[in-house]
């Protein structure tokens, strides 16, 4: 009995050296659980600059961060199908252009933003109605998120997306921009900052008509999407990050001046710039998955899209890790920000 109460005292001491050093004392001699490495892709565009401040959660809620900096959706999409990155923010349209062509790796998360697509023309030469389209030059990117919302606005709006002048630009937003300058086209239809690039220049200014409220896009930016894999094998990785993320858009949503600085210093681009650029858009991780169907209905049945997803796109929309972060339902979280 005497040997069995030492063997008894010196566990009782163990356990209280290692509850001291930070281990429980259950489980003695663990070391404490090693930060999980999460690749990151970000557009650089001012509706998704708040990722770029991921990092300063990530100890938070024990992950870490490796940045991927990408100028456009589709290159991000192309990553995340590899298995090259773990998450990114791509455009809604991505996760139906990939679908269409066999890719089943990707499942949208959470909602980005909205406002941040935008149009404009040349100082002085307004467009009050999609009518007045007509006859007039207009830069597109084809397959980006502004030009798709543009043509279902022009399709909503009785107008013949054929009978229009549009030039496919290839390339970054400066290429609209110094398009726009050169008077090469008379109107761009691209992503903020450039908008805001073109009108702080002085020779630019936003129409009258927007292309935020077509039937078949609405008004969502992006969305945050991840492989498969990252949901399905590692679920308590995700519900971090997805905790991480909803504290972010949370914490920038209540102080835009924050939003602003942040994508400033990143972007490396003027303050007032970046606060031209941001003015119109809002951070929201709620999205529609309603609205991503009729999305993809339309792509299919423009000829955009390879095939129509639109029956089986709900299984590659997980609301899942969102509603543990949020506490919302998933009727709350498609229904948008309240």
């Known amino acids: 009995m005497k040997r069995l109460h030492r063997v008894v005292a010196v566990v009782v001491m163990l356990g209280c050296i290692a509850a001291a050093s930070g281990r429980p004392g259950t489980a003695w001699g663990d070391e ?19 990722l770029w401040a991921l990092p300063t959660l990530a100890k938070k809620y024990n992950f870490e961060v490796q940045e991927a900096t ?9 990553a995340l199908a590899a298995g090259d990155i773990d998450v990114a923010n791509v455009g809604p349209q991505d996760i139906v ?25 040349r100082k002085g030469e307004d467009v009050a109605d999609w009518a007045a389209l007509k006859g007039r030059t207009i830069g597109v ?5 502004s030009w798709l919302m543009f043509a279902a606005s022009v399709q909503d709006n009785n107008v013949d997306y054929a009978t229009l002048k549009t030039v496919n630009i290839v390339g970054g937003g400066t290429t ?29 200014q936003y129409p009258t008509i927007n292309h935020h409220n077509s039937a078949a896009f609405g008004n969502i930016d992006g969305v945050i999407a991840a492989t498969r894999s990252f949901v399905t094998k590692t679920p308590d990785v995700a ?13 920038f949503q209540a102080d835009k001046q924050k939003w602003t600085d942040l994508y400033a210093q990143r972007a490396g681009i003027d303050p007032k710039l970046a606060a031209a650029s ?61």
């Open 32 to 50: 404490p659980a090693k930060p999980t490495l999460i690749r990151v892709g970000i557009i650089n565009a001012a509706s998704s600059a708040t």
């Open 97 to 121: 252009l990939a679908l269409s062509q066999g890719v089943k790796s990707i499942v949208a998360l959470a909602g980005v933003a909205s406002g941040g697509n935008c149009m404009a023309v």
């Open 278 to 338: 941001v003015q119109n858009s809002r951070l929201q991780y709620e999205f529609s998955a309603a609205q991503m169907v009729k999305m993809a209905k339309f792509l299919a049945a423009s000829g955009i899209a390879a095939r129509d997803v639109s029956a089986e796109l709900p299984q590659y929309i997980d609301y899942g890790p969102l509603m543990k972060a949020t506490g919302k339902t998933e009727a709350q979280l498609s229904a948008g920000p309240q």
């Open 239 to 251: 519900d971090r990050f997805m905790q991480a993320y909803v504290e972010l858009v949370t914490t």
């Open 176 to 204: 609209y921009v110094k398009a726009l300058q050169d008077r090469q086209i008379d109107m761009m239809v691209v992503w903020e900052p450039f908008c805001a690039m073109a009108i702080n220049a002085g020779f630019a």
């Open 141 to 145: 990117g084809a397959g980006s998120i």
């Open 70 to 78: 990408f100028q456009r959706y589709s290159d991000a999409r192309t």
